[in-house]
């Protein structure tokens, strides 16, 4: 972009100048939440179908402030949580919305008319066309482990014992018990 005053412009509502992958943040002041995020999707996202033919949205970003923006606009949008975490290989965040979740946020952000790249609304416009096939289980929603939780599962050190107690599998017990011993999570802090 050549025009300075344009340059400025953009400088001012939060595009910072030079390399910006791990900078970038979403604008400041007023600006139309859903099409800044279908532009983000529409210059480093991808829409379409997996080789199992699920629907999907994914957005690959350094940064971390675009990262958490889309996941909390998202789960606004599907009521479906994303936990942010930096791939080991690269350092960036690889963000992915499937089946009616990305059906739910591709019918959002890619509504008719609106200015998008065509590749991507005519990605977007076939993701309502996938239907659940009727023997796929819905994998209930997520519940996250609190450090009260935690606590009584270091407590009793036994997998059935905190099962019942917590109203858990004890599967779920067992991976949360080694994930805390191995420090793959944090110990839990003495609030909540």
Sequence with gaps: MCALEARTRLNQLGLPYGR??????????EFSRRDYLRGVIDADGSIGHTSQGFPFISLTTASTAIGAYLCFYAGKITGAERSMKRNARDGVYNILHTKEAAQEL?????????LSLERKQTAADSLAAWIRPATMRMAPDRRRWTNSEDRVLLRLNNNAAAAKELGRTEKSCSVRLCRLRTGQVPMPTNGQ
């Design 20 to 29: 910006k992958s791990k900078t970038i943040t979403p604008p400041c002041g």
């Design 106 to 114: 591709g019918t959002h952000l890619y509504y008719p008319d609106c």
